[in-house]
């Protein structure tokens, strides 16, 4: 009977003698209570710093039956895209704090995938559920926290309702209206700072607010991503003054012109800036937040130093709290994106979720192709990318006039490098490799087939990430079929099927369209007759995969039956028309014709034989 005046949810020990605190020190600094333990560094105790733990049942914190103080308001402010997978934790301090605390949170047995389990932190000064920054360690979700919350608790993240589409455009290009129509947020490009905190140079054209999209300028370090100036930005965030300046300036400046907020790409920043950056974003983020505005950063992708997670100049957790968008930029290679816990991508997302709020993360991606070479990859249009393996040559017996007769035997080729096709079926990729002569390796071509960019789209969604962000899709050379592909991503429509098999598609044409038409392999060479009147005939090919087809330069040849007796010049035929030639690739030059090639015609790069007329 005594023991029960003690229980709650009256409890008369505490009545009686007040809220019993566990004093933390250097020697006894830490305090569990369920699945919550809350400790402090030795170094750094407090003081007379003392906390009381107290945990509540899912289903006891729900019904509001916990008599905590402020359980209804921690309740009611739950948002719609967490559900409490965890018991909840009461925390109670007394004393003088210190800089910050461990908590260290059991996960439940019945917690669902890990991967979108995130802790959250109710603060009864915002009155609202905060992320904390986390990671996962044996069963626990490990936390250090600055300003110490009422109550914690495990959550799940729901997926969110459509996913964010966020597209650049940069001061030359124009947002054409496909792209617009399936862009969530739009960052003209165009202007940078200057030496007086100023922002100089002009937005993209086509842009506009009231549009259907959010409309967020990219403020950057740089008018071409080869050319970066890292010291105009560290001039002004390592001066006080300076910096808050560019905030005033990039405040009114976004709050004056109607925008939705900014987008702050500042790359290449030195790791001697890390804490000045950050307190160049808070900054900017508490101004833009006072004028209703958003801001979004660009980083770089984390990498693995020593076995660690290294962001160099950029503090993600500083930066993830600061932001409202937070656009992780990915490298090009391919590879990364397959599955598998010691896989880049994949493991660092499940990183980076633990560093920022994955409701704010965007993967930034290219729409282009890749090439690599020596480990190096660098972004390569589609049909560039195709354009190695050369253009038509033409091997045939002629005659002393350089025409064939009709009935022999022709061979066409294209006069590149050999190109050995394949798909990498773990990243759901087509590639080329050229070899040289000797058989070695001179680049890989990896393609950005609509498949390919799905497959990352997709990493997204086993993370429930907010979505993902292009700033090449208005570039030339995006294959057929990518902004499509987009679409159906924001949408959720299922991956539309494809073909990536490589292949070469031939097309024998004459005066009155075409005559045969032939797919191969990509090395196989076209091995025809010709029986048809005497004229002038193309021998057209196109690199074809899908929907996605890469003409290549043609060839015309002149069929005309021997004659006993001299002539006069014939009439010229009406022309076909071999397909145009794309302008050669430096990193990897196109082999002159063969011998005995027959290259008949007015060739231009740009456009069709104009001519195969003789005479």
Same mark, same amino acid.
């Given at each position: 009977?005594?023991?029960?005046?003690?229980?709650?949810?009256?409890?008369?020990?505490?009545?009686?003698?007040?809220?019993? /605190?566990?004093?933390?020190?250097?020697?006894?600094?830490?305090?569990?209570?369920?699945?919550?333990?809350?400790?402090?560094?030795?170094?750094?105790?407090?003081?007379?710093?003392?906390?009381?733990?107290?945990?509540?049942?899912?289903?006891?914190?729900?019904?509001?039956?916990?008599?905590?103080?402020?359980?209804?308001?921690?309740?009611?402010?739950?948002?719609?895209?967490? @559900?409490?997978? *965890?018991?909840?934790?009461?925390?109670?301090?007394?004393?003088?704090?210190?800089?910050?605390?461990?908590?260290?949170?059991?996960?439940?047995?019945?917690?669902?995938?890990?991967?979108?389990?995130?802790? /959250?932190?109710?603060?009864?000064?915002?009155?609202?559920?905060?992320?904390?920054?986390?990671?996962?360690?044996?069963?626990?979700?490990?936390?250090?926290?600055?300003?110490?919350?009422?109550?914690?608790?495990?959550?799940?993240?729901?997926?969110?309702?459509?996913?964010?589409?966020?597209?650049?455009?940069?001061?030359?290009?124009?947002?054409?209206?496909?792209?617009?129509?399936?862009?969530?947020?739009?960052?003209?490009?165009?202007?940078?700072?200057?030496?007086?905190?100023?922002?100089?140079? *002009?937005?993209?054209?086509?842009?506009?607010?009231?549009?259907?999209?959010?409309?967020?300028?990219?403020?950057?370090?740089?008018?071409?991503?080869?050319?970066?100036?890292?010291?105009?930005?560290?001039?002004?965030?390592?001066?006080?003054?300076?910096?808050?300046?560019?905030?005033?300036?990039?405040?009114?400046?976004?709050?004056?012109?109607?925008?939705?907020?900014?987008?702050?790409? /500042?790359?290449?920043?030195?790791?001697?800036?890390? &804490?000045?950056?950050?307190?160049?974003?808070?900054?900017?983020? *508490?101004?833009?937040?006072?004028?209703?505005?958003?801001?979004?950063?660009?980083?770089?992708?984390?990498?693995?130093?020593?076995?660690?997670?290294?962001?160099?100049?950029?503090?993600?957790?500083?930066?993830?709290?600061?932001?409202?968008?937070?656009?992780?930029?990915?490298?090009?290679?391919?590879?990364?994106?397959?599955?598998?816990?010691?896989?880049?991508?994949?493991?660092?997302?499940?990183? @980076?979720?633990?560093?920022?709020?994955?409701?704010?993360?965007?993967?930034?991606?290219?729409?282009?192709?890749?090439?690599?070479?020596?480990?190096?990859?660098?972004?390569?249009?589609? &049909?560039?990318?195709?354009?190695?393996?050369?253009?038509?040559?033409?091997?045939?017996?002629?005659?002393?006039?350089?025409?064939?007769?009709?009935?022999?035997?022709?061979?066409?080729?294209?006069?590149?490098?050999?190109?050995?096709?394949?798909?990498?079926?773990?990243?759901?990729?087509?590639?080329?490799?050229?070899?040289?002569?000797?058989?070695?390796?001179?680049?890989?071509?990896?393609?950005?087939?609509?498949?390919?960019?799905?497959?990352?789209? &997709?990493?997204?969604?086993?993370?429930?990430?907010?979505?993902?962000?292009?700033?090449?899709?208005?570039?030339?050379?995006?294959?057929?079929?990518?902004?499509?592909?987009?679409?159906?991503?924001?949408?959720?429509?299922?991956?539309?099927?494809?073909?990536?098999?490589?292949?070469?598609?031939?097309?024998?044409?004459?005066?009155?369209?075409?005559?045969?038409?032939?797919?191969?392999?990509?090395?196989?060479?076209?091995?025809?007759?010709?029986?048809?009147?005497?004229?002038?005939? @193309?021998?057209?090919?196109?690199?074809?995969?899908?929907?996605?087809?890469?003409?290549?330069?043609?060839?015309?040849?002149?069929?005309?039956?021997?004659?006993?007796?001299?002539?006069?010049?014939?009439?010229?035929?009406?022309?076909?028309? !071999?397909? !145009?030639?794309?302008?050669?690739?430096?990193?990897?030059?196109?082999?002159?014709?063969?011998?005995?090639?027959?290259?008949?015609?007015?060739?231009?790069?740009?456009?069709?034989?104009? *001519?195969?007329?003789?005479?």
């Amino acid at each position: 009977m005594i023991v029960g005046l003690f229980l709650p949810p009256f409890n008369l020990f505490d009545r009686l003698f007040g809220v019993q /605190y566990a004093m933390l020190t250097a020697q006894s600094n830490a305090v569990a209570d369920g699945g919550l333990t809350l400790a402090v560094d030795p170094n750094d105790p407090g003081s007379d710093f003392g906390v009381v733990l107290t945990s509540f049942s899912m289903d006891e914190f729900l019904a509001g039956g916990t008599k905590a103080v402020n359980q209804a308001a921690a309740q009611a402010a739950i948002p719609p895209y967490l @559900a409490l997978q *965890s018991p909840v934790y009461s925390i109670q301090t007394t004393g003088s704090e210190p800089r910050s605390v461990f908590l260290d949170v059991a996960l439940p047995p019945t917690a669902g995938d890990t991967d979108i389990l995130d802790l /959250y932190g109710w603060n009864m000064q915002t009155g609202q559920w905060h992320f904390i920054p986390s990671h996962l360690t044996d069963g626990r979700l490990v936390a250090t926290v600055e300003d110490i919350p009422e109550f914690v608790a495990v959550f799940q993240t729901e997926p969110p309702q459509q996913s964010t589409v966020l597209i650049a455009v940069d001061a030359t290009q124009v947002l054409s209206p496909d792209v617009a129509q399936l862009a969530t947020i739009v960052a003209p490009g165009g202007l940078q700072p200057n030496l007086q905190g100023q922002l100089v140079g *002009s937005l993209a054209a086509g842009v506009q607010t009231n549009a259907g999209y959010f409309v967020m300028p990219a403020i950057r370090n740089y008018a071409d991503p080869r050319a970066l100036d890292p010291d105009t930005v560290t001039a002004i965030i390592s001066n006080r003054a300076l910096m808050s300046e560019h905030v005033r300036q990039i405040t009114n400046f976004a709050s004056s012109n109607g925008f939705n907020g900014v987008m702050i790409d /500042y790359r290449d920043l030195p790791v001697e800036q890390r &804490d000045n950056f950050s307190a160049f974003i808070r900054e900017l983020g *508490s101004s833009l937040d006072s004028m209703g505005l958003l801001l979004g950063v660009v980083v770089p992708q984390a990498r693995i130093e020593d076995g660690n997670w290294d962001t160099g100049a950029y503090d993600w957790q500083a930066l993830g709290q600061a932001a409202d968008v937070f656009q992780i930029n990915l490298g090009l290679d391919p590879t990364a994106f397959a599955p598998g816990a010691d896989r880049p991508v994949e493991a660092m997302l499940r990183w @980076a979720v633990g560093e920022v709020d994955r409701r704010k993360i965007l993967l930034g991606l290219s729409a282009l192709s890749a090439r690599q070479i020596n480990g190096e990859f660098t972004p390569i249009g589609y &049909d560039e990318a195709l354009s190695a393996v050369g253009d038509v040559q033409v091997e045939a017996d002629t005659t002393d006039t350089g025409s064939i007769e009709p009935g022999s035997e022709i061979q066409a080729s294209l006069d590149g490098f050999h190109a050995l096709p394949g798909t990498d079926e773990t990243v759901h990729t087509p590639y080329v490799e050229y070899q040289n002569e000797d058989g070695t390796t001179a680049a890989t071509m990896w393609l950005t087939s609509p498949e390919a960019l799905r497959f990352r789209m &997709d990493w997204t969604v086993p993370f429930t990430l907010n979505g993902v962000a292009f700033e090449d899709l208005l570039a030339n050379g995006v294959a057929s079929g990518i902004v499509q592909t987009i679409l159906n991503y924001k949408t959720e429509q299922p991956a539309e099927p494809g073909a990536t098999e490589l292949a070469l598609r031939w097309r024998i044409e004459g005066a009155n369209g075409v005559i045969s038409e032939v797919t191969g392999d990509l090395n196989e060479p076209l091995v025809a007759t010709i029986e048809a009147p005497d004229g002038n005939y @193309a021998i057209n090919v196109a690199v074809v995969a899908g929907n996605n087809e890469s003409p290549r330069g043609g060839a015309a040849v002149a069929v005309f039956a021997p004659t006993l007796t001299p002539t006069p010049i014939p009439t010229a035929t009406p022309t076909p028309t !071999p397909t !145009p030639t794309a302008a050669p690739v430096a990193q990897a030059p196109v082999a002159g014709p063969g011998a005995g090639s027959i290259t008949a015609g007015s060739f231009e790069y740009g456009g069709h034989v104009t *001519s195969t007329a003789t005479g």
